[in-house]
Structure formats: C-alpha cells, structure tokens
Antibody
Framework: EVQLVESGGGLVQPGGSLRLSCAAS????????MNWVRQAPGKGLEWVAN????????YYVDSVKGRFTISRDNAKNSLYLQMNSLRAEDTAVYYC?????????????WGQGTLVTVSS | DIVMTQTPLSSPVTLGQPASISCRSS???????????LSWLQQRPGQPPRLLIY???NRFSGVPDRFSGSGAGTDFTLKISRVEAEDVGVYYC?????????FGQGTKVEIK
C-alpha cells in the first residue's frame, strides 16, 4: 500500500524552528518529485515547496524562501521540511504529497498531515 | 504568480442533481511542453485532499465516472453529473504549469 506519514509538528514560539518528516512506503520513493502543501485552520490549500527525485532541484513559494528548506533522503525513503524563523502565519496542517510520474501529473498520494502551531 | 479563481465558492445541490464548478486562471496554463497542468482535488471533511482529475480531463484511478473535467487555456470546469452524499466537501483546482504552483480558493459542495 502506498503510504505517506508525516511527523514532527507541534507548538513552537514565533522565531523558533521545527523539522517535519514524511516517511514514504509502498512505492519507489526516488522515482518521484515530492511536495509539502499546507492548510491554515479553516482555509484553503497552499503549495509550499517541492524537490526533484535526486534532490538537484528545489522550488519554494515566496513566503517561505530563505526560511524553509526541503530535503530528502532516498536511502531512508524520507522527505523533510526544515522550518526556521517561524511566524504566526505559518500555523497550518502540513501535508506531504507525491507528484505523479509519467502521464499522471497530479498530487496522487497524500499523507494525513501534521499540525504546526506558531504561538507564544 | 498565477491566480486561480473558482466560482461559485459554495454550491448547495440536491441529491441526484448535477453540479458544476468553474476555475479561471490569470494566464494560460499551457506549458511550453504542450501540456496543461490543471488538476482538481476533493477534500472531504476532516480528510486530506484527494486527486480527482489531472491534466484537465483525466480521471484518477478509482474516481467515479460521474466526475468529469473540461476546458482549455484559462477556463476550466469540473462537473458532477449526479451528486451523491459522499461528494460533500471542498473542491480545489490547482495549476502546476508555472512555479509557484497555486490553488483556487475552494468550492464547498453541500446537500440542500
């Protein structure tokens, strides 16, 4: 079964740091672009960042550039999001999502999400 | 950034009746490779999103054929031919033609 499981969320003070992880199973992890997508409480979806199969390309939404870093460890079938200088507006459920390969170009697999709350 | 605008934002529908959601992008979603990376996702209450449609009109595995996507360029539509109770949720269009990838605001489908 294809599965993505996020972890690492929690309560952090403004200006603090947090590292999210996403454990992948049931598929060949290094064949896929991987993404982080977030959803603030009661709000819509926002794409945050993604990373190419070999980690050679990374893209970010402007609001997190310079503060967040996406990375992956293909040997461990894991995706990460290092979040620094956190702000209240970063409060959200963070989803790990796989981008399909070949003809199937869409977010074809999602984790359950991990909640990040930035508050003093 | 490409802005994705969905209408309506809320759609009360009678069971068994059709529903339609429009999505308009602020610029063409045709990629230089000739593909149009427009997809539709469904988010049921308390659940993560789920892919319904990719590249305008391709249904994802397991998606009922009452869901269909159409459109081109900057104007796209998701149609549900006959709404069922399990279709309640929020529907998002999204574009992956240009970074940053962006979503529409979401359209809430509920039963009258």
């Amino acid at each position: 079964e294809v599965q993505l499981v996020e972890s690492g969320g929690g309560l952090v003070q403004p200006g603090g740091s947090l590292r999210l992880s996403c454990a992948a199973s049931g598929f060949t992890f290094n064949n896929y672009w991987m993404n982080w997508v977030r959803q603030a409480p009661g709000k819509g979806l926002e794409w945050v960042a993604n990373i190419k199969q070999d980690g050679s390309e990374k893209y970010y939404v402007d609001s997190v550039k310079g503060r967040f870093t996406i990375s992956r460890d293909n040997a461990k079938n894991s995706l990460y999001l290092q979040m620094n200088s956190l702000r209240a507006e970063d409060t959200a459920v963070y989803y790990c999502a796989r981008w399909g390969s070949g003809w199937l170009q869409g977010f074809d697999c999602w984790g359950q999400g991990t909640l990040v709350t930035v508050s003093s | 950034d490409i802005v994705m605008t969905q209408t309506p934002l809320s759609s009360p529908v009678t069971l068994g009746q059709p529903a339609s959601i429009s999505c308009r992008s602020s610029q063409s979603l045709v990629h230089s490779d000739g593909n149009t990376y427009l997809s539709w996702l469904q988010q049921r209450p308390g659940q993560p999103p789920r892919l319904l449609i990719y590249k305008i009109s391709n249904r994802f595995s397991g998606v009922p054929d009452r869901f269909s996507g159409s459109g081109a360029g900057t104007d796209f539509t998701l149609k549900i031919s006959r709404v069922e109770a399990e279709d309640v949720g929020v529907y998002y269009c999204m574009q992956a033609t240009q970074f940053p990838w962006t979503f529409g605001q979401g359209t809430k489908v509920e039963i009258k």
